[in-house]
Nanobody, 122 residues
Framework: EVQLQAFGGGFVQAGGSLRLSCTDS????????VGWFRQAPREGAEWVSAINSGGSSTRYADFVQGRFTISRDRNAVYLQMNSLKPEDTAVYYCARALSAYSGPDTRSYRYWGQGTQVTVSS
């Protein structure tokens, strides 16, 4: 069974940076797109970014505005988050898509990892 794990969250001040990582314990996700989502308290899940299986195509939600960068290598999928804002505070999840390309539709993802908390203070 695919087991994804997101880690790297933490507590930072506004303007700071964090790098999230998403690993697949069985390394079975190389042929699948991977996406990042987040969920703030009392809010629904919000898509953040996605990267295709080969790492050549990336997509971002509008609110990212050039602050985040998604990437991947054979070991993990990463989300580099710079210029963090208090409104970025949320639990961040990674998810493996059903195919090689994906985007914001949660229905196109099958496996979800445990989230990692990101807290940005003002």
């Amino acid at each position: 069974e695919v087991q994804l794990q997101a880690f790297g969250g933490g507590f930072v001040q506004a303007g700071g940076s964090l790098r999230l990582s998403c690993t697949d314990s069985r390394r079975t996700s190389s042929n699948n797109a991977v996406g990042w989502f987040r969920q703030a308290p009392r809010e629904g899940a919000e898509w953040v970014s996605a990267i295709n299986s080969g790492g050549s195509s990336t997509r971002y939600a509008d609110f990212v505005q050039g602050r985040f960068t998604i990437s991947r290598d054979r070991n993990a999928v990463y989300l580099q988050m710079n210029s963090l804002k208090p409104e970025d505070t949320a639990v961040y999840y990674c998810a493996r898509a059903l195919s090689a390309y994906s985007g914001p539709d949660t229905r196109s993802y099958r496996y979800w990892g445990q989230g990692t908390q990101v807290t940005v203070s003002s």
